[in-house]
């Protein structure tokens, strides 16, 4: 018999629970460094607001951790809404915090990390115990935590120094939130030094009792430390500047912009450092997009203007990019970050924001030092002359037995197997504006007409009498195999991504279905070697107005309901009226102009992929059967039945 489904079966998570019910949703599991990178991200957005000198770590003998800085200290007065010390709600509420008043800017938090809100909650959740000590307004102040609740409430326990201030935090990570209790070490110094590089001045030191003490303070900031970390001879000097939005700019809010250091190598490996608001960006982003953009079209102009490339090279950003070393720091406000740990940055800003910061200082160092600048662009051609043989190298070995290729699709002009793409497109509509907007270097276009064909059931022999099946088999040079088929099966494949792209919508999804059916069935290779994905559109379009002259108006895509949401309750923390937002709602990819569609969907810098995986063992075939062989209408209807209600909540 079902059990019965009442409202006594709807859990609600209240205060921390939800962080300590899935910690992986807020932060890495792998090890405790992620929550004790939050408290120190705190101490070093006080350095950013210039009112801490000195950040000091401890790592204890019992795997605790100590972070001490001497900024203001965390506030100790009741809070006027919760009602208890605001220390405490800090340290006990999700999206509690300084960082989301963003519009005075007078704040130290205007150029914080993201605006996730968790923070300093998520170590509290996830440490058995955590002790706050904060010196402020003459007096001592502390409290205790265990489990993320208080056990011992905030008490005045002695005098300071008028003057002083500052807040000492200490956690218990909690083991059974982690893989491992012990914080790697390399890594937490690598973090320490990246507070150091990127706000001079500030000294930050580091000690584990009973072993090494460590201190770091740099006084050139990032052409001293780029320069030690650099391996091999550089072939040009360091070039290294800032550059930040002054009122007035059109384009970007007050104070954001970069600050980078940038330098060439012959050989040895490349040294690579990004971060957004003192954070690191291990896994890069849109930013360093930008930085590859205005690097391009800088070494491009300078070697177009002193007529320096060969006949028949072209520069890519890759060429350009190869032997190039940097560090690069952007402050923006509202950075959106790829999960609660904000390894890589997703904001689409950043690419003009650091494309446009850098270029124009780029090209006028290049035409400074013409010299450094023609020996940067003889690695850049010789890179792009060998990306160039070996692009030939694999084009011979396709020249036999290609077919006439079909006469819709759009080709590109790269024979670089590796960077090119196909975009399967539904409709002719959507296929002229992908074909507008395109990269016609690298990117093809296939439009398809109407739904494909059903190929679950049709044997390899007959595929090719459906006119569609035939033609997407021929654009990407490959014939249908079994899932057992050595790679080899895939040498003359054309593309190095094939990318569905599809309405948002009901149909839109059953295209997306029938496609991985025919790739599952009779290409299985092509997924299981990762050449798959899937494009995702954005649904909506959120036309946000101007707020005053530091904020200009703009345009932010959301992908589906779900980011709709909580893009308007952002937007409405930053002080913008939810029906000030203009919101619209793309019917399909043809509404979409050839830049809108280029932008949001199609340019590698900003669009977001998602790689369709071939599951173990032929583990997906029953269901795949079920789903949609023509004799199991009956099975897919009791499956229905049993799963809608957990799709439609999916969805």
């Known amino acids: 018999m079902a059990m019965s489904y009442t409202a006594e079966s709807i859990a609600v998570l209240k205060g921390l629970e939800p962080v300590r019910h899935r910690p992986g949703m807020y932060t890495r599991t792998d090890c405790p460094l992620h929550i004790v990178q939050e408290a120190i991200d705190n101490a070093a957005d006080e350095a950013l607001g210039g009112f801490c000198k000195r950040i000091a770590v401890t790592l204890h003998r019992d795997h605790s951790v100590t972070v001490q800085d001497d900024g203001r200290g965390i506030p100790v007065e009741r809070h006027p809404l919760e009602g208890v010390p605001t220390v405490e709600v800090v340290f006990t509420r999700l999206h509690a915090g300084g960082k989301f008043h963003k519009d005075d800017g007078a704040s130290a938090y205007r150029f914080s990390g993201g605006l996730h809100g968790v923070g300093v909650s998520v170590t509290n959740a996830l440490s058995t115990r955590l002790e706050v000590e904060v010196v402020r307004d003459g007096g001592r102040h502390q409290m205790a935590f265990a489990g993320g609740a208080v056990v011992e409430p905030l008490r005045r326990v002695g005098d300071a120094p008028k003057k002083a201030s500052g807040t000492r935090v200490r956690a218990w990570p909690d083991p059974a939130f982690f893989d491992s209790p012990s914080i790697p070490l390399a890594q937490l110094e690598r973090l320490l030094r990246s507070k150091a590089l990127l706000l001079p001045g500030l000294q930050v030191t580091l000690t584990v009792e009973d072993g090494q003490s460590s201190e770091w303070c740099f006084a050139n900031g990032m052409l001293q430390y780029l320069g030690e970390q650099v391996e091999g001879e550089i072939v040009a000097p360091v070039f ?34 990004s971060y957004v608001n003192l954070i690191p960006t ?14 391009l079209e ?316 071939m599951p173990g063992a032929e583990s997906a075939k029953p269901v795949m059967n079920m789903l949609m062989a023509k004799g199991e209408s009956a099975g897919r209807r009791a499956w229905m039945e049993e799963n809608g209600a957990l799709i439609g909540a999916e969805i």
């Not at 550059?243 to 060439?264: E, I, R």
């Not at 291990?282 to 690097?295: F, K, M, S």
């Open 298 to 613: 800088a070494v491009r102009s300078f070697a177009e203007h002193h007529a320096l490339l060969p006949k028949g090279v072209k520069l890519a950003a890759e060429d350009v990019f190869s032997r190039a070393s940097f560090v690069l720091a952007v402050r923006m406000l509202d950075p959106s970050f790829q999960g609660q740990t904000k390894e890589r940055l997703n904001s689409r800003d950043a690419v003009a924001l650091v494309a446009r910061m850098v270029r124009d200082s780029f090209e006028l160092w290049l035409n400074e030092r013409p010299e450094a600048a023609k020996r940067i662009t003889e690695l850049a051609v010789r890179a792009a002359q060998a990306r160039t043989r070996a692009g030939q190298k694999v084009e011979k070995r396709k020249q036999s037995g290609v077919a006439i290729l079909p006469g819709k699709l759009s080709d590109c002009q790269s024979e670089d197997t590796g960077r090119n793409e196909i975009f399967l497109v539904e409709g002719d509509s959507a296929g002229g504006s992908a074909k507008s907007g395109r990269d016609k270097e690298l990117q093809a276009i296939l439009p398809l007409r109407g739904k494909v064909l059903n190929t679950w059931e049709v044997e390899p022999g007959s595929l090719f009498a459906n006119r569609e099946v035939h033609d997407i088999a021929v654009a990407l040079g490959i014939d249908p195999h079994a899932v057992s088929a050595p790679d080899a099966v895939l040498a003359n494949l054309r593309y190095g991504k094939v990318v569905i792209m599809t309405d948002a919508d009901v149909d839109g999804s059953h295209i997306r279905v029938l496609l991985c059916t025919l790739f599952y069935r009779h290409f299985p290779k092509l997924i299981a070697r990762g050449h798959l994905y899937f494009a995702q559109p954005p649904l909506y379009r959120l036309d946000v107005p101007a707020q005053g002259k530091n904020r200009p108006p703009r345009k932010i895509y959301a992908l589906d309901g779900g980011e709709l949401e909580a893009t308007i309750d952002r937007l409405r923390r930053e002080g913008i009226r939810p029906e000030a937002v203009s919101i619209s709602r793309f019917k399909g990819l043809g509404e979409m102009n050839p830049e809108q569609l280029w932008e949001t969907t199609m340019s590698p810098d900003t669009r977001r992929l998602m790689r369709i995986r």
């Open 282 to 295: 291990p896994a890069g982003g849109t930013h360093e997009a930008g930085l590859r953009q205005a690097t």
């Open 240 to 273: 290294c500047s800032e550059k930040y939005a002054g009122k007035g700019d059109d384009s970007f809010p007050v104070g954001s912009g970069a600050a980078w250091a940038l330098c060439w190598t012959a050989e040895g490996a490349v040294a690579r450092e």
